[in-house]
C-alpha cells in the first residue's frame, strides 16, 4: 500500500469519483428514505468540496500544462455547473418522492461522464506532463482546500480560482455551521 504522502492528486481525485458514484449507489438501491437523506447530504457535501478544490488547484495546471487546457477546463467547469444545479435539487428534493430518484439518477450519470472524461483523457495526460513531485503537493494543497471548501451547492456562485480562494472559505464556513444547526451528515 502506498504511504499517503505518495498518493498523488490524480490517485485522490479518482478515489472521490468512485466514493461519491459508491454513495449514489447506495442511495438507488435503498428503501429507506432517511437513510437515502443522509447518503444524499454526504454525496452532495463531498461532490462540492471536491470541485472546489478541483477549481482552485487542477484547473490551473490543466490549463498550464494541457495544450488544449483553457478548453478543457470550460469544459469541465460547465459540468460542474450542471452537478451543482442538479445537486441544488436534490438537497430539497424529498426522498419519498419519485423526483428524488430521478435526480440520484441523473446526477450519477453527469457525474460518471464527467469522472470519465478526467480519468481516461484528462489525467493521464497531466500525469505526463507534471512531475508526480508536484502532483503529491498538489494533492496535499487539494486535501487542505476540502476541509474549508463549501458543503453545499452553490450554482450561481463563480467557479473558478479567484472566488474559492477569496470567498470559498468563508462560504464553507457559513454551509458547516448551517449542517451543524439542522442536524445535516456531511460525512
Known amino acids: 500500500m502506498a504511504q499517503p504522502t505518495q498518493i498523488d492528486v490524480i490517485d485522490e481525485l479518482t478515489t472521490d469519483h468512485r466514493e461519491a458514484l459508491e454513495l449514489l449507489g447506495r442511495i438507488a438501491n435503498s428503501s429507506d428514505p432517511a437513510e437515502k437523506r443522509d447518503l444524499a447530504d454526504t454525496v452532495i457535501a463531498e461532490v462540492v468540496r471536491h470541485s472546489v478544490a478541483e477549481e482552485m488547484y487542477v484547473y490551473p495546471m490543466m490549463k498550464e500544462h494541457l495544450p488544449d487546457?483553457?478548453?478543457t477546463v470550460e469544459h469541465d467547469a460547465e459540468e460542474h455547473k450542471q452537478l451543482e444545479k442538479i445537486m441544488k435539487q436534490l438537497e430539497g428534493a424529498d426522498p419519498a418522492d419519485?423526483?428524488?430518484?430521478?435526480?440520484?439518477?441523473?446526477?450519477t450519470e453527469t457525474l460518471r461522464h464527467h469522472a470519465n472524461a478526467e480519468e481516461t483523457e484528462q489525467f493521464p495526460r497531466l500525469r505526463e506532463s507534471v512531475?508526480?513531485?508536484k502532483l503529491v503537493e498538489l494533492r496535499e494543497k487539494v486535501d487542505t482546500a476540502k476541509k474549508i471548501a463549501p458543503t453545499r451547492p452553490h450554482p450561481n456562485a463563480p467557479n473558478n480560482e479567484l472566488f474559492h480562494k477569496v470567498v470559498g472559505p468563508g462560504v464553507g464556513m457559513v454551509d458547516r455551521l448551517r449542517d451543524k444547526l439542522t442536524g445535516r451528515d456531511t460525512g
Open 131 to 133: 512531475p508526480r513531485d
Open 69 to 71: 487546457g483553457e478548453r
Open 98 to 107: 419519485a423526483r428524488f430518484e430521478t435526480l440520484v439518477r441523473d446526477m
